[in-house]
């Protein structure tokens, strides 16, 4: 698979990475592989993993590493990756990168990017965010979706996530610190991590994660 463009996008909660992953994907044709997405659709299909997944969530437990990394294994074999893959929260630890490295091969993973947003600003961001029950769709707290509590898209209910205080978003941090920052030193060791400062428009960090590919010579 090391002919492939895999790339890992880590970033803590509320500092872009899956709407940086999403535009990756359709610059250059990749597959979006995030793990929540994975988990949900496991769960729907009813397979034989999902089931598992549905009996691990059902439980109230979390989802040990090696399930991820197998249901991981098998997105990459769906059409969609045959160009390669943006990964969107995964790897969350050193276990699961060991994985996927054993997974792809030499060179499977061709650049681990990090978008860089302070504690302060991650709470700032998260707490101001508000979500559609229905659709998904966020606003921030002074749109007039948010303040009306209906969605503009769908009709649906606006509301503020239970994981989305400051208290909760700082005990998520603390786990993002514990379990991800050392993935940083991990990519870094390959020579693989780059860093984007996350506190910019959405444009000018796409922009800067373009150039670090165009530098590296990956497009």
Do not use: W
């Amino acid at each position: 698979m090391s002919g492939q463009l895999n790339l890992v996008v880590l970033g803590k909660q509320g500092a872009g990475k899956g709407t940086q992953s999403q535009l990756l994907c359709e610059r250059y044709g990749l597959a979006h592989i995030s793990t929540g997405d994975i988990l949900r659709a496991a769960v729907q299909a009813g397979t034989t993993l999902g089931n598992e997944v549905k009996s691990v969530l059902d439980a109230g437990q979390l989802v040990s590493d090696n399930l991820v990394n197998k249901l991981v294994e098998d997105r990459f074999k769906e059409p969609d990756a045959v160009k390669g893959a943006v990964l969107d929260g995964f790897p969350r630890n050193t276990g699961q990168a060991q994985a996927l490295g054993r997974l792809l091969g030499e060179g499977g993973i061709r650049l681990c990017i990090y978008i860089d947003l302070a504690n302060e600003l991650v709470i700032q961001r998260l707490s101001s965010r508000r979500v559609c029950q229905e659709c998904g769709m966020t606003y921030k707290d002074t749109d007039p979706a948010a303040i009306s509590g209906t969605c503009e898209v769908c009709g649906g209910d606006v509301v503020q996530r239970s994981d989305d205080t400051p208290d909760v978003i700082a005990k998520r941090l603390e786990t993002f610190e514990r379990d991800t920052f050392p993935l940083l030193s991990f990519y870094e060791s390959r020579d693989l991590l780059v860093k984007v400062n996350g506190d910019q428009p959405v444009e000018t960090v796409s922009a800067a994660i373009d150039e670090l590919l165009h530098s590296r010579g990956l497009v």
